[in-house]
């Protein structure tokens, strides 16, 4: 068996709520621990929670201009000020400043993201990809230690694609997606699941700089092929809905003819691809506005190595 | 003689809103697609009108653009001079106001039914304003019948003062139509699906109305409204408890005295304190944190209807 893969140990750790106004669990949260960190407080490591998204917070809604969580690239990380920027082009230069460089060995070690979904995706957790190796077992932790329910891990980065999100400013990060939550409510269920989420995410940096060996391990992940668009009318209106069958069917299989959309007069649209695939995001709020009805994954089983401090 | 029938004119004229909250979807679909194919909401002898209430808030998918468009139907608002800075629901309701009303005049239309979802487990629920409104009454009599044994339950909202002046309320026969959970901003089959089948067995009951069918006497079991419950806030005006894990759902489910109703970001429960059994609806419905209502309180009440007759038969 190979050796562990060595890593430094984190030292400055940051947990952003409200990277969307109106995904008020994370919201909560953060304002909680911004007005009592003790809770986030474990030995060998500073845990620094914030407000990702300020202006939009405030009005409730996902983003004021832009979607902050699209803006962490170098095109916007890198452009000029100018006059007329969108606020969240600002921000995301001011977070860059504040826990990066992106990049640069000054960033954050790890940054933790807080999301609501009105999709049915549970307590599902987000990576760029399998190769981010802390990430990974910290997902395998998680779901050793946090058994109240399953806890799928999505893989966002497509293959060639630059990272966009705002815990990609440190230099290793993990999202947690939760629902279904309607924007702008706070269910105490989630909230709760959400706050022993972060819990058992803290312990495992814990035990990681304390020096615990984390053995090799084989992990099921979905990642991230494509997306599914909704049949529109030429004026761009949608003209069907999300079918009845696929609805709150996150991360179970979808085989080819299975129904996807029904149109309002009844008729049934089938999933035309070859091969099964794993869909999430199904009937997504805020991606309305893309037209997009849900993202399409693979589920792939990977080994990871071993891991343990320098 | 009480059980002769109160004789009432045919209904002529029927509207169907959707879109009175832009991001209220279910209603936004409905109405756009029977406004290219209205086959399905049409009936003999009846004009029946699909409308959008709200375009510019439907556009940009939000509630409302300045204020919410259904709370300013009220006398003050619909006789308010136009000026530049009126707000846009403001002037969209005299306009609304003009094509189905005007409120309170023979040629207002005879019913409107209004389209809305709610973040709240309240299921379909129909919204009566006038608890002596017998023709409404016998209306939802007909639909609870026709959806049973699905639930269908009836909120009357008539109070002193927290009756408020609904884009419905300018048509003789107001009906509100309330169905969730759903999120704002998306369309969900199952919910779509339910709120066609309360305005299909609405429309039915007109047609078969119109056509002479003498409907008795009948008793609905009703949830009156009785006072709105804000959330536990600070000094500072900030919420400091969210809906319990208990009461989250559990609308038109009782509350008992002692029962919690909030948590605390601390993990406290706070619990209810009240001397009868109440309904709880509205439970954490997106759209009331900046009303201040964290849930309605109701009590289960039985309304009757004298029995009607359409007159031209």
Redo the contacts between chains.
Sequence with gaps: MAASCRLKPLSRVAVCGGTHGNEMSGI?LAK?WLRDPMELQRGSFAVKPFLGNPRAIEK?VRYVGQDLNRTFTTEFLSSAEAEDEPYEVVLAREINQTYGPKGSAQAFDFMFDLHNT?ASMGTCLIVDSEESLLPMHMCHYIQMHYTRSPCPVYLYKLPGEETYSINSVAKAGLALELG??????????L??QMKDLIACALDFIELFNKGTVFPAFEIEAYKITGRMDYPCYPDG??SA????KL?DKDFLPLNPRDPIF?T??GEEILYEGNTTIYPAFI?E??Y??KKMAFAKMEKHTFSIPGLQRE | NCSLPVFKAPVRRVAIFGGTHGNELSGVFLVKHWQENGDEIQRTGLEVRPFITNPRAVKKCTRYIDCDLNRVFDPDNLGRQITEDIPYEVRRAQEINHVFGPKNSNDAYDIIFDLHNTTSNMGGTLILENSRNNFTIQMFHYIKNALAPECCPVFLIEHPNLKYATTRSIAKHPVGVEVGPQPQGVLRADILDKMRKIIKHGLDFVHIFNKGTEFPPCTIEIYKIMEKVDYPRNKNGEITAVIHPSLQDQDWQPLNNGEPIFLTIDGETINYEGDCTVYPTFVNEAAYYEKKQAFVKTVKVKLTAKGIRSSLS
């Design positions: 909560y909680h409730r009105t279904p939550q309607p924007q702008q409510v706070v269910r105490a269920d909230f709760t209106e949608i809905m999300v079918h009845l609805q029904q309002f007069s009937n709020a805020a309305y506005e």
